[in-house]
């Protein structure tokens, strides 16, 4: 399923924890357990000061360009840019002949179109520089042939790759590098991952939502999945983007029996020395609890634990259980207004599928 709504880049994150010493007999900090405090005059910021706007991309992947601009490529071919993360330009938006992203979507992703019975869409893209020099876009989509409202209600689904040697497109096509969904005939026609005989969506994946990146040896993998069987991680081969042969789907990361998690997104911290691998779970409507969890592993391809040491692979089959797996970084919450209070109450609803930039 492609349940996503509003997203979330994150530029850093920190969390501070703080104790205080409290009574009967219980000693206070030592003197230089914390720093010195710094006496500064009042920080608020100065609103008319800042420069920002709105600019939505859903589910966006952020990539830094040479010329130093942030882009975030996100679903729908939707793209925006900044040189500050704080004031946004758009760069294209929309499924259809005028995005400059592609010269015509519809023809240069036709084999994907006609694999989902003619749904033309665009989930999750992302787009990362090889080192060739050139920009790779992998994009993506699911549909179920014979429906018309080309819901993901069934994992028929698929992930291309297209080329271009500028960051904004035009975007050439090499073609698809996987399909989900098939039946045993197509999969006796070789439109099935090798090693695979037969597919099943609790087990296999939903082949949407990729995020390509380099480990910290050079070598390069693609996460990806949504629902269904869960999350999946493939090596790829650089020269030609797509996934090295021999290994079928790949190693499963976590999810699995149709439970609710998508929008994988997986970063190294050279600090640290881990691999943190994000994912949204839940649902995403506004009392759906759709939030964002981090686990991290020593390696690219897993394991990934949480804080308390539990396997990403155990999060499955419910959203109960998947609620007991990973730390919850942002969920969605109801601000109360109380009597004297300024505003009136509102609520954060549905913070989901975000990418992280480290710099």
């Avoid at 492609?2 to 206070?28: F, I, N, P």
């Avoid at 840019?81 to 946004?88: G, P």
């Avoid at 990934?304 to 419910?318: E, P, R, V």
């Avoid at 919850?328 to 954060?348: H, I, P, R, T």
């Amino acid at each position: 399923m492609k349940l996503k709504h509003l997203a979330l880049v994150t530029a850093s994150l920190l969390v501070l924890s703080s104790c205080g010493g409290g009574s009967g007999g219980k000693k206070g900090l030592p003197s230089d357990a914390l720093p010195t405090p710094v006496t500064s005059n009042d920080p608020t910021a100065n609103a008319s000061a800042i420069a920002y706007n709105d600019m939505a991309v859903h589910d966006p992947s952020i990539i830094k360009a040479d010329n130093g601009t942030y882009y975030v490529f996100g679903s729908h071919l939707s793209v925006a840019k900044s040189t500050d993360l704080m004031s946004w330009t758009r760069v294209a938006d929309g499924v259809n002949d005028q995005n400059p992203i592609f010269n015509t979507y519809a023809s240069q992703a036709a084999e994907g179109i006609e694999w989902v019975g003619g749904h033309q869409g665009s989930w999750a893209a992302d787009v990362i520089k090889l080192k060739d020099g050139k920009y790779y876009f992998y994009y993506n989509h699911c549909a179920t042939p014979g429906n018309a409202n080309g819901d993901c209600v069934s994992p028929r689904s698929y992930i291309g790759v297209a080329v271009s040697s500028n960051i904004e497109g035009p975007y050439v096509n090499k073609g698809l590098i996987l399909r989900t969904g098939m039946t045993d005939q197509e999969i006796a026609q070789g439109k099935g991952p090798d090693g695979v005989t037969s597919f099943d969506g609790a087990t296999m994946p939903n082949g949407i939502d990729p995020h390509v990146f380099y480990d910290k040896n050079g070598k390069l993998w693609m996460v990806y999945g949504s629902y269904f069987g869960g999350i999946f991680i493939l090596e790829l081969d650089e020269s030609t983007g797509a996934p090295k042969a021999g290994q079928g789907y790949g190693k499963h990361l976590a999810g699995g029996g149709f439970a609710p998690i998508e929008g994988s997104w997986i970063i190294y911290s050279p600090e640290s020395d881990y691999y943190y691998m994000f994912n949204s779970i839940s649902g995403f409507n506004a009392t759906g609890g759709y939030n964002i969890r981090v686990s991290r592993s020593k390696s690219p391809d897993g394991p990934y634990l949480d804080a308390a040491g539990n396997n990403m692979l155990l999060a499955k089959n419910t959203v109960e259980t998947l609620s007991k797996y990973g730390v919850k970084l942002m969920g969605g919450f109801n601000f109360v207004s109380e009597a004297g209070d300024e505003g009136d109450s509102w609520g954060y609803l549905s913070p989901g599928h975000n990418s992280a930039y480290y710099d």
